[in-house]
């Protein structure tokens, strides 16, 4: 009697292996389909393989970095081939790398500000970190790396929070910097619970003004960000407006005074958020900028 009973949950146990045998090996087929699909390329950094269903992953997704290199073709200025190492993961690496039958240029790359611009399995950093957390936002986020898009002020949140590289006005450091050990990080990717895919912080990247009462450091009344940050934000966009018709009105583009209140709106601009980064700085760079409208004309 016992025996038929135990042959056919054995039976059963087969048929249940041989199915899920046959579901991955479906599975396995998709994955390679999508792998002989995607270009056959030495470039095309390919952590996704293993990484791809990870929050990190999903919240990158949709995020401004992995637009990088789409943005950059769609962008108003001349592009070159340097302008890549902001704008692809792998500039570095594959740049003077020699792969029979594939150069790298802007044609053939293909990654964004992808995983592996921050991260390498090879390095000894906390989560494999390709340098450590306070220096690696402001290797990109920078104006002026003597490279491509020198001379074009299009983004300044190093300069901005660090509070220096502007004219006529002494540095100036946000108290951020020092209360902040991972600096940019903190803000940008803080997030709540690690296992679930975040809509800001994390690898989104997208900085939460919460962000500044949860870290218990502006959470009373009179120190609410989310009224005082809307009062600062006007405050400069005002003195922005005033600048910038000062310099629509300018004569002489060329003179040495055009070229400091220019540099200081541009740096103001390129903080993408109304001098946000550093307010009294922000204000202190358009307030020069304004006083030298004598010498404009
Ligand atoms: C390899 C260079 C590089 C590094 C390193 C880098 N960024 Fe970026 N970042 C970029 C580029 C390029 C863009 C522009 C993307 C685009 O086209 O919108 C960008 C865009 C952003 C944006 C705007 C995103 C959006 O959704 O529009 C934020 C915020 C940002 N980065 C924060 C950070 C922070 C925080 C770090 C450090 C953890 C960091 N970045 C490190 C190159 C870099
Ligand atoms: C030192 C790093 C770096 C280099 C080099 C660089 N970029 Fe960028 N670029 C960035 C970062 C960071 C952002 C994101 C700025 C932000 O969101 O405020 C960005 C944003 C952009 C954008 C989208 C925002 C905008 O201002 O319209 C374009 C287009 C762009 N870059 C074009 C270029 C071109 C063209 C070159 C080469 C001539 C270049 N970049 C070189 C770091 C760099
Ligand atoms: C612009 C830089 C940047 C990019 C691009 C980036 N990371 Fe990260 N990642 C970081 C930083 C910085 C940390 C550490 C955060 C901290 O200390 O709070 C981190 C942490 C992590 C962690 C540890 C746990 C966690 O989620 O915080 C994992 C896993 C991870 N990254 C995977 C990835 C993967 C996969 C990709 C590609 C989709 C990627 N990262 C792209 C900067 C980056
Ligand atoms: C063959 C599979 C595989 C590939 C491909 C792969 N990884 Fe990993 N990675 C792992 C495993 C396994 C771990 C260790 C387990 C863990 O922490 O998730 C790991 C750990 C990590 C971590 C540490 C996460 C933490 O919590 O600190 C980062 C960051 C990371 N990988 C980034 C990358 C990047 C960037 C690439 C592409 C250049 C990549 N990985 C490609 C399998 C892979
Ligand atoms: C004190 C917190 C804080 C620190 C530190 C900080 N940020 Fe921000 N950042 C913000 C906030 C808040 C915004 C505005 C977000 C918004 O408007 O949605 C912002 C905006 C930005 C933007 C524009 C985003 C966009 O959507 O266009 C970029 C790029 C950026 N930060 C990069 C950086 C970099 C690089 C650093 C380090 C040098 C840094 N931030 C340090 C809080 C911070």
Known sequence: ?????????????????????????????????????????????????????????QEWTHAGHAKALVNLHAGPYPVVRSCLSCH?????????????????????????????????????????????A??????????????????????????????????GVKRMPSPHVRAMKKRCVQCHMAKEDPMTIAQHGGHT??????????????????NNMNVKLPRYRAEIEAKMQAVKAMLDNANDTTSQA?????????MVKGDSGYGLHNMPYANALLDYSLSLKAELK
């Open 258 to 266: 055009y070229q400091d209140a220019k540099l200081n709106y541009d």
């Open 205 to 222: 990247f997208i900085a939460d003004i919460a962000v500044c009462s949860t870290a218990g450091c502006h959470d009373s009344a009179d």
């Open 134 to 167: 306070k220096k690696l936002c402001v290797s990109c986020h920078k104006m002026d790396c003597g490279c491509a898009g020198a001379g074009t002020v299009h983004q300044s949140q190093s300069e901005m929070f660090l509070g220096r590289e502007g004219a």
């Open 1 to 57: 009697m016992k025996y038929p009973k135990q042959g056919l949950l054995f039976f059963c146990l087969s048929l249940l292996m041989g199915m899920l045998t046959l579901l991955l090996l479906a599975n396995l087929r998709a994955d390679e389909a999508i792998d002989t699909a995607a270009p056959s390329t030495p470039f095309a950094e390919g952590c996704n393989k293993c990484h791809g269903s990870e929050p990190a992953y």
């Open 88 to 132: 692809s993961s792998g500039y570095e690496n594959f740049v003077d790398r020699v792969y029979p039958g594939h150069t790298y240029n802007l044609e053939t790359a293909v990654n964004a500000v992808a995983c592996s611009s921050c991260h390498s399995h090879a390095s000894k950093e906390e989560h494999l970190l390709v340098m450590p």
